[in-house]
């Protein structure tokens, strides 16, 4: 079946560590990206990606990290710079000329320890 | 004054009664809009997309676009228990293939 893998699907961070999210996707989309959302709160863009080897900061890169390395993947890492990163992270991918739809994945819970 | 405003409700509604949710942006150019559905705990799924003036009809859900008057609406008709979530009101606003979000209305439809 076609879709977006999240994986896990909780994390723990301890103090001062780095955590990596990881995000799949099989849709052969070309875009993608990654939202965190706060309990009542909407989606907010973290970074975004268009083609391989390109990514930009969206509203609130500070704290995060991204790579594309491959279309089929597009992996977050929550720094230790990042203070507050208790929220429910949100991986998606648009098909180009898709009319800009966007699917999700099933999401990553982070907590901090 | 918020790209996306959705009212965050709860709005009750009883069972087989129309829901009516609102939205209203400010970005006069854009062009593509969602509505997506969230339950709790779980991730957006895209119920309707809308790209032109009018109502878009699919099943018991209709979208309505008035670009001249900066909103979209969601109807849902023959309400369910089952349509309980929060509906995120969603647009693109000019960036490429970048899409901004309300901060969604939480639907109770009451059996």
């Known amino acids: 079946d076609g879709g977006i893998t999240q994986s896990p699907k909780y994390l723990f961070r301890k103090e001062g560590q780095n955590v990596t999210l990881s995000c799949e996707q099989n849709l052969n989309h070309d875009a993608m990206y990654w939202y965190r959302q706060d309990p009542g709160q909407g989606l907010r863009l973290i970074y975004y990606s268009q083609i391989v080897n390109d990514f930009q900061k969206g509203d609130i890169a500070e704290g995060y990290s991204v790579s594309r390395e491959k279309k089929e993947s597009f992996p977050l890492t929550v720094t230790s710079a990042q203070k507050n990163p208790t929220a429910f992270y949100l991986c998606?991918?648009?098909?180009?000329?898709?009319?800009?739809?966007?699917?999700f994945g099933a999401g990553t819970r982070l907590s901090v320890l | 004054q918020k790209e996306v405003e959705q009212n965050s409700g709860p709005l009750s509604v009883p069972e087989g009664a129309i829901a009516s949710l609102n939205c209203t942006y400010s970005d006069r150019g854009s062009q593509s809009f969602f509505w997506y559905r969230q339950y709790s705990g779980k991730s957006p799924e895209l119920i309707m997309s809308i790209y032109s003036n009018g109502d878009k009809e699919d099943g018991r859900f209709t979208a309505q676009l008035n670009k001249a008057s900066q909103y979209v609406s969601l109807l849902i008709r023959d309400s369910q228990p089952s349509d309980s979530a929060t509906y995120l009101c969603?647009?693109?606003?000019?960036?490429?293939?970048?899409?901004?979000f309300g901060t969604g209305t939480k639907l109770q439809v009451i059996p």
């Open positions: 969603a647009l693109n606003s000019g960036g490429y293939q970048k899409v901004t």
């Open positions: 998606a991918s648009t098909n180009t000329g898709g009319g800009d739809i966007q699917y």
